[in-house]
């Protein structure tokens, strides 16, 4: 089994940034893709970014991004702490939502291709 925790969520101004991250416990970690999704209120769960397995090494990857936030966001991950994270700077008020981390198989928008999925943090962009 696959649990994955998120923290670093929180209030900012826009034009901030936060750092969010994902702590995976379970087995084989550096083979999933890590995915980071979003959720505003009233609307359906969007892709972010995400990041492939890294072949063995102990960071990299391949990124894949939403176009709304590339430049803005950066996805990293740390195969030695189990952990991905969401580097979120130039933090605009419609980026606000729920954001969730999650692992799959496929460096993929689509929702289908994670297995796993955290509980969520919120992001909160103030103007």
């Known amino acids: 089994q696959v649990q994955l925790v998120e923290s670093g969520g929180g209030l900012v101004q826009a034009g901030g940034s936060l750092r969010l991250s994902c702590a995976v416990s379970g087995r084989s970690f550096r083979n999933y893709v890590m995915g980071w999704f979003r959720q505003a209120p009233d609307k359906e769960r969007d892709f972010v970014g995400a990041?492939?397995?890294?072949?063995?090494?102990?960071?990299?990857?391949?990124?894949r991004y939403a176009d709304s936030v590339k430049g803005r966001f950066t996805i990293s991950r740390d195969n030695a702490k189990n952990t991905v994270y969401l580097q979120m700077n130039s933090l605009k008020p419609e980026d606000t939502a729920v954001y969730y981390c999650a692992a799959g198989s496929r460096l993929s928008p689509a929702q289908n291709s994670y297995n796993y999925w955290g509980q969520g943090t919120q992001v909160t962009v103030s103007s």
């Open positions: 990041i492939s397995w890294s072949g063995g090494t102990w960071s990299g990857g391949t990124t």
